[in-house]
């Protein structure tokens, strides 16, 4: 089975794509080293991370977009994502609650109310569950992506926003 057909086979398991939710998540945090000693910075961030580090599209575009300015285009998918990261906030904060229950990440208050940060318990996992032939697109793009947005694991939600779809062209409004 090749890795591309695994990949398929999770994206179908369910009309909401929890499956892939999860491990984007997983490859996140383990692209960005979020552990015990360097967690990652609200949660919140994740909901945007998710369909970019999915996207080859989206990676092409933020990559770039400090070249020139953006199409018309670009800054539609651009919305698109942000769009789509507002609607998946409240789910992903549900699959962290179970990943936490399961003992796989764990939450922790961050420094601001609203805020909070997370790790993976690497040592809790299986590693042949990180299996860079199967997602090796996606840990490719969160590599571009932490070179493109510097400090993306320590950014606040609002200045991760601001380098990523604000710059870019694309209205945002307080979360």
């Not at 990559?63 to 990261?85: K, M, R, V």
């Not at 990943?99 to 796989?104: A, N, Q, S, T």
């Amino acid at each position: 089975m090749t890795s591309n057909h695994v990949k398929k086979r999770l994206m179908y398991l369910s009309g909401e794509d929890f499956y892939l939710f999860c491990y984007s998540i997983f490859i996140i945090l383990d692209g960005l080293d979020c552990d015990e000693k360097s967690s990652f910075k609200d949660y919140r961030k994740l909901a945007f991370l998710v369909n970019i580090v999915s996207s080859e599209k989206l990676i092409y575009i933020i990559e770039n977009s400090s070249e020139a300015p953006l199409n018309p285009t670009d800054t539609e998918i651009l919305f698109n994502s942000y769009s789509s990261g507002l609607m998946r906030r409240s789910e992903v904060l549900k699959i962290l609650f179970t990943l936490e229950k399961r003992g796989f990440i764990e939450l922790e208050r961050g420094s601001s109310q609203d805020s909070i940060n997370l790790f993976l318990k690497k040592n809790v996992i299986p590693k042949s569950f990180f299996n860079r032939e199967v997602f090796s697109k996606e840990y490719e793009n969160i590599s571009i992506l932490r070179k493109s947005v510097r400090r993306l694991k320590t950014l606040k939600l609002e200045t991760m926003l601001d380098n990523i779809y604000t710059k870019n062209g694309v209205s945002t409004w307080g979360i």
